[in-house]
């Protein structure tokens, strides 16, 4: 199993150092991958229509006027201070932004980081931040869908064209292309739209914060899109994005945590699963305190997953 530790993108702290000492000590203990999550501008949380899915009462979401950075810039900084680890979004939502605009993006941090860029994608659920970025909210799973058809026509060799919906071009150039004319595509959500969606476009399937028993049942339903798509499910990883705690964690919430026994025990479920990546969002006040926990987990329990 594969192991990725969550950026400092938002919070307390998302300040240039925190982001570089988190991003260079991760990959110097050898995780696989870095990762940025999507939010622009949104409106007090207790005032939302919308329903936060990890929290009922919408609880668990930030402040309006909190900071967070923006996911695909975070990680064109991160590509130039690293080296080897791959840089993924956990995840950007697709219907916040222009599709050619998006793929102008995603082209220049994979083509700046050599090819590390992994496209984890979503179709969003607060309405309100839809409203204000001035975009969309109405048919937002296809229109998901088109733009990432328009992503694979623009990333390959030669002048582009496509006539769609909501996005029409004609012949025209698109470079740098992605270094292999695509970016590996992880498709987040719990519907049947988001499992449909993987079985048509995805490289995987990226769950965020289910237990081993939701991930296993995501998982089926996946797999049982791919039989009606006429995918073969063996060539999609299985990801997911966890909250680490060593304090303590509620793992029918999706958060890993307690002794490192207890760590080991809980990701050996999800590895029987099926699980092959798992995205670490590290809780701990403070830098110190997630380096703390970053070093602990590489050195204690990691090797017991190689």
Not at 270 to 294: C, D, K, P
């Amino acid at each position: 199993m594969k192991f990725g530790v969550h950026l400092p993108d938002a919070g307390r702290d998302p300040s240039r150092e925190a982001m570089i000492n988190i991003a260079t000590t991760a990959e110097k203990l050898g995780y696989a991958s870095l990762w940025s999550s999507d939010h622009i501008a949104w409106p007090d949380p207790a005032t939302l229509r919308s329903k936060y899915p990890y929290a009922d009462d919408n609880s668990g979401f930030p402040a309006a006027g909190s900071a967070w950075l923006d996911c695909i810039g975070t990680l064109q900084f991160v590509a130039g201070i690293t080296e080897r680890v791959l840089l993924g979004t956990t995840v950007l939502i697709l219907g916040y932004r222009g599709a050619v605009q998006q793929a102008k993006s995603w082209a220049t941090l994979d083509h700046l980081s050599n090819g590390r860029a992994i496209m984890g994608v979503g179709v969003g659920w607060m309405e309100e931040e839809f409203e204000a970025v001035g975009r969309p909210w109405d048919q937002r799973g296809s229109r998901a869908d088109e733009t990432l058809e328009v992503f694979g026509v623009l990333f390959e060799d030669g002048l582009s064209s496509y006539e769609g919906t909501w996005t029409t071009f004609h012949d025209i150039g698109f470079s740098p292309k992605p270094v292999n004319n695509h970016i590996p595509i992880w498709v987040g959500g719990h519907s049947p739209a988001a499992f449909k969606r993987t079985a048509i476009f995805g490289d995987a399937f990226h769950a965020a914060f289910a237990s081993p028993d939701l991930l296993s049942q995501q998982w089926a339903a996946v797999t049982e899109a791919c039989n009606t798509v006429g995918r073969n499910s063996q060539e999609l990883e299985l990801t997911s994005l966890f909250r680490l705690n060593f304090d303590g964690g509620d793992l029918d919430q999706g958060e890993i945590g307690g002794s490192t026994e207890q760590v080991i025990d809980q990701i050996g479920q999800y590895a029987e699963v099926g699980l092959t990546h798992a995205a670490l969002f590290v809780l701990g006040r403070g830098t110190e305190r997630r380096l703390e926990a970053i070093n602990r987990f590489a050195e204690d329990i990691a090797p017991n997953f190689s």
